[in-house]
């Protein structure tokens, strides 16, 4: 995607627009820890400072309606070394609010396990378990919050009891056991938080710093993090520095509703999606053919991660809408992706 008119500055800019804050900035790498801090900024700065493109992007998350009713929310959009434009929509969530990630953990634990094995390494029933068709189930969608909890006892009866089912092996089941039993075989006895917790194995991996919680020993869904700390996985995925880099596309099965194989998906978009490793591929109908345009990881309270299919771009959207959550991560992908077509064009969107 070639860049026009959207020349950066490398300066901050805080604007208010109808209560939405639009930070604008560029050459802004990451630091070594890969969270870079604000700068100070002028909250005198008018509307006339920002270009087409960014006004554009701002009347999107505003008054888009696809984004009209998702609540606060941050957004920002980058590539692996700069972060080209972002914006909080009204107050409390920015870059650094941490809030739980739900399924977006996803994609953060299947790249650390491609990292710590290696993808030649993989055995069949280790992809099947990265990819959902493993047959191991969850018999109750539980939290496994309570501090001291293990993977391992996360796995058990005294909270998801993942049981394996035959009838699904080699069949797509959405369904976080997959995970909890490649997890609870690898690195059952780490915990939520402390020495050798789950974080602290995963961050060994991916080098980020996302932060501990007791919820964390529930691999498929208990993450914690911020969009700062999603940033710093995304641009390395885009640099290729991970295994998972040049796996993005390996071992994907159809994940739509009525497609062959599947037997349980939460994909509700008439977009006929694939699953791969811990990821979703997300495709659209382009010029008479289902053309693969970008990856994702959806999370059920609304945090939405995603990189284009020709890894030049990501994009985040984060919220947590926990009470009442009703298919937030569809909801997150669709205002996301509004805002983004907005940003390349110009032209806000309805």
């Not at 959009?77 to 990630?101: I, N």
């Not at 998972?244 to 159809?254: G, I, K, W």
């Not at 059920?300 to 284009?308: A, E, I, M, Q, T």
């Amino acid at each position: 995607m070639k860049w026009t008119g959207m020349k950066r500055t490398g300066q901050w800019s805080l604007i208010s627009a109808a209560g939405l804050l639009a930070l604008g900035f560029g050459g802004c790498g990451p630091s070594e820890e890969g969270l870079e801090p604000l700068a100070a900024v002028s909250p005198n700065t008018s509307s006339a400072a920002l270009t087409v493109y960014q006004q554009a992007a701002v009347d999107t998350a505003n008054t888009s309606q696809h984004c009209d009713t998702l609540g606060n929310f941050h957004w920002e959009l980058g590539d692996g070394a700069t972060v080209h434009f972002s914006l909080s929509r009204g107050t409390g969530v920015g870059a650094f609010t941490e809030m739980p990630l739900a399924s977006a953990s996803k994609w953060l634990y299947a790249s650390a396990y491609l990292q710590s094995k290696g993808y030649a390494n993989l055995t069949p029933n280790e992809k099947r378990r990265l990819n959902f068709t493993s047959g191991y189930l969850e018999g109750i969608d539980a939290t496994c919050g309570d501090p001291g909890t293990t993977v391992s006892a996360c796995y058990g009866p005294s909270y998801k009891n993942v049981s394996y089912n035959a009838s699904q092996e080699g069949k797509y089941y959405y369904d976080g056991g997959h995970m909890q039993k490649l997890a609870a075989d690898d690195i059952g006895i780490r915990s939520g938080t402390g020495f050798a917790s789950v974080m602290d194995w995963v961050n060994k991996w991916l080098s980020t710093s996302l932060p501990e919680s007791d919820n964390a020993v529930s691999v498929a869904g208990g993450f914690h993090g911020s969009a700062a700390h999603y940033r710093l996985f995304l641009q390395k995925l885009l640099n290729n520095q991970y295994a998972m880099s040049s796996q993005l596309v390996s071992d994907a099965v159809p994940a739509y509703a009525g497609g062959p194989g599947v037997a349980f998906t939460p994909w509700s978009s008439s977009q006929r999606a694939f699953y791969g490793l811990g990821h979703w591929l997300e495709r659209e109908w382009l010029n008479g053919a289902w053309t693969l345009t970008g990856h994702s990881s959806p999370g059920k309270f609304g945090f939405y991660p995603w990189v284009d299919a020709g890894k030049t771009q990501y994009m985040i959207l984060a919220r947590s809408r926990v009470l009442l959550a009703n298919n937030e991560g569809e909801k997150s992908r669709l205002c996301a992706h509004a805002i983004r077509r907005a940003y390349l064009t110009g032209v806000p969107e309805p």
